[in-house]
């Protein structure tokens, strides 16, 4: 797995829903995914503002490079 993701998905952990499934507590994926999109948004919104991220300030290459 991507580092980044396995980062987000640690993460995620504090948001877990609580519900146990046996012994297997349900992974909130509702969360997982808004912690992605910000991720992403905030990528967007440091290029925009000039910066580079991921060595480079090219949004869509950024992006690749995070989650690749």
């Not at 877990?16 to 967007?44: C, P």
């Amino acid at each position: 797995m991507n580092k980044r993701i396995e980062e987000l998905a640690d993460e995620c952990r504090e948001y877990f829903e609580g519900t146990l499934n046996g012994d297997i507590v349900e992974f909130n994926y509702k969360k997982f995914a808004q912690l992605i999109v910000r991720d992403i948004v905030g990528m967007y919104d440091a290029i925009d503002n000039g910066n580079k991220v991921e060595g480079t300030d090219d949004f869509i290459e950024a992006v690749q490079r995070r989650y690749a």
